[in-house]
Nanobody
Framework: QVQLVESGGGLVQAGGSLRLSCAASGRTFSSYTMGWFRQAPGKERDFVAAISRGAATTYYADFVKGRFTISRDNAKNTVYLQMNSLKPEDTAVYYC?????????????????WGQGTQVTVSS
């Protein structure tokens, strides 16, 4: 069992930056692939980024490539999402999630554990 708690969301102007954090409970954090997803009102939950358990492999949605960076610190049981050059269309609730394996990392249903989400609002 893993419990995930996101933080770091907020209101930022377009072009600004935010860093989201996701703190995990439990001793097995380093064994999980971690992902970030986002969901805007009235829309489906979209994949943002994923990182393998040892951080050797990362994968990004096309719409965040070059702007967002996912990283993790297994000693701190934390995964991060650095978001730069934010756009109004990045406004959403951002969720972190955990799972085993790295197949189909863009599919929400393949993740076993989810945080409660943190709101990111980008003003124009």
């Amino acid at each position: 069992q893993v419990q995930l708690v996101e933080s770091g969301g907020g209101l930022v102007q377009a072009g600004g930056s935010l860093r989201l954090s996701c703190a995990a409970s439990g001793r097995t954090f380093s064994s999980y692939t971690m992902g970030w997803f986002r969901q805007a009102p009235g829309k489906e939950r979209d994949f943002v980024a994923a990182i393998s358990r040892g951080a050797a492999t990362t994968y990004y949605a096309d719409f965040v490539k070059g702007r967002f960076t996912i990283s993790r610190d297994n000693a701190k049981n934390t995964v991060y999402l650095q978001m730069n050059s934010l756009k109004p269309e990045d406004t959403a609730v951002y969720y972190c999630a955990a799972r085993n394996g790295f197949m189909e990392v863009t599919t929400p249903g393949r993740y076993d554990y989810w945080g409660q989400g943190t709101q990111v609002t980008v003003s124009s």
